[in-house]
């Protein structure tokens, strides 16, 4: 069934079908092509794009203060991963990817968001647990982490089961890819990540036949998954003080383990603020087409985390009552 749309650019009127949403849209009255979010839901107020960059930038200044980068090691190389950092009951740990957790607690090194002159020391990290189906991984870290390295972790009431997503609602999507690493000229021998955040829709799962997979890749589940479209081609944004200068995105690479953020439920008609976006996905792959990020549920983190510590599942599946229809994750 098509649906009616309306262009934010031109507000030329058209039909499209929805399953066609895994991708942009051409507009047929202008060049523009628009997501299948931003044709349901046309900003037509004059000021659209500084209030979009505002939200925007507010929300990054937000998630910021919970989201990380780390250093881990699987071999003789060194990789980037991201995560989030959560506090549940009286444990400090950090949501991020199966495939960013090493063995040994010892090969990850956390990075700071302090001056290097003013770091303490690197927390502890005590404990790693991933598994064996989702790719999903927790990193538990010494209680002190948050003053070490100057972060702030969320609790469960940021934390949200939303599926798949709001589909075609705004999210933010944050991590630190590895090529945005950055040299201190002040530290020698320090390396600093500047982080990644942008706005992205959750894609109904009704279009995802259209992604394309690679042939390893398993198919793509709606208990599990959520899809979003991330091409390096695309502009993130148009900056409104010089419409000229786009800024495209990096390559994922090191994301890995990011958080993808939403709010609860609509905020039309009501106040928004940055504090009302809760983690419901973790950043996993970027698809072989690179064209779309797939990211892991939150709640199958959760399941990670109720299965490794029985002293928090009973707080876990109060909040979240889904995990009692999930099987037992097998613990790596």
């Not at 709010?263 to 996993?284: K, V």
Request: net charge negative.
């Amino acid at each position: 069934m098509l649906e009616a749309v309306t262009c934010p650019w031109c507000k030329t009127e058209f039909e499209v079908d929805p399953r066609d949403g895994a991708f942009p849209i051409q507009c047929p009255g202008c060049p523009e092509t628009p997501s299948f979010g931003a044709l349901r839901h046309p900003d037509l107020d004059p000021k659209a794009l500084d209030i979009g960059h505002n939200l925007s930038t507010a929300a990054a200044q937000n998630l910021a203060n919970q989201s990380l980068a780390f250093v881990y090691n699987k071999g003789v190389k060194d990789h980037a991963g991201s995560g989030t950092l959560v506090k549940i009951g009286n444990r400090l740990l950090i949501a991020t990817a199966e495939h960013t957790v090493p063995k040994s607690a010892n090969r990850i090194t956390l990075v700071t968001k302090i001056a290097p002159d003013r770091v303490e020391r690197a927390p502890k990290i005590l404990h790693v647990a991933k598994s064996e189906y989702h790719d999903v991984g927790l990193i538990e870290v010494e209680t002190d982490t948050p003053r070490l390295i100057g972060m702030e972790p969320i609790g469960i009431d940021r934390i949200a089961d939303l599926q798949s997503g709001r589909h075609y609602c705004k999210s933010w999507m944050i991590g630190y890819p590895g090529a945005n690493q950055m040299r201190l000229a002040s530290a020698p021998g320090v390396v600093g990540f500047r982080g990644n955040s942008l706005g992205c829709e959750p894609i109904d799962p009704i279009a995802w036949h259209r992604i394309q997979l690679g042939r390893d890749d398993e198919a793509l589940d709606p208990e599990a998954h959520a899809m979003f479209y991330y091409n390096i081609s695309e502009p993130l944004f148009i900056h409104s003080e010089n419409p000229c200068r786009d800024e495209f995105a990096a390559k994922p690479h090191g994301m890995s383990g990011g958080g993808i953020w939403q709010c609860r439920q609509s905020a039309e008609g009501r106040n928004w603020y940055p504090h009302d976006l809760c983690l419901f996905a973790i950043i996993s792959a970027w698809n072989v087409s690179q064209e779309h990020v797939k990211a892991i549920q939150v709640i199958h983190w959760l399941r990670l985390v109720a299965d490794t510590y029985q002293d928090l599942r009973e707080e876990l599946i109060d909040a979240f009552p889904r995990l009692l229809e999930l099987p037992t994750e097998d613990i790596k």
